[in-house]
């Protein structure tokens, strides 16, 4: 079992940059598939991007692909989301998700076992 807890979300204006983490417990982080899902009002969750375990695959929503990057670091526990040129549609509660094993359907929150409580990111313009 793994346990999730988002940092690094905050208030800035269009066109900033922020840059989330994710820190995990347990000891077998390496072997789990990562993702970053966001929610915002009065919206469904929606996927945003996911890294593989050995941290050599990721796949982005068309929506932050270019602006956004997935990244982990498996000595640290952590799973990083760089996201640059933020735009006021990014403006959601952004979670991190962990599941162990090989995950068919990434981009499906339903895939994900482990959730984080999410961390609020506010795009100004």
């Known amino acids: 079992q793994v346990q999730l807890v988002e940092s690094g979300g905050g208030l800035v204006q269009a066109g900033g940059s922020l840059r989330l983490s994710c820190a995990a417990s347990?000891?077998?982080?390496?072997?789990?598939?990562m993702a970053w899902f966001r929610q915002a009002p009065g919206k469904e969750r929606e996927f945003v991007a996911t890294?593989?375990?050995?941290?050599?695959?990721?796949y982005y929503a068309d929506s932050v692909k270019g602006r956004f990057t997935i990244s982990r670091d498996n000595a640290k526990n952590t799973v990083y989301l760089q996201m640059n040129s933020l735009k006021p549609e990014d403006t959601a509660v952004y979670y991190c998700a962990a599941q162990a094993g090989f995950v068919v359907y990434i981009t499906l929150q339903q895939s994900y076992a482990y959730w984080g409580q999410g961390t609020q990111v506010t795009v100004s313009s």
């Open positions: 347990g000891r077998t982080f390496g072997s789990y598939r």
């Open positions: 890294i593989s375990w050995s941290g050599e695959s990721t």
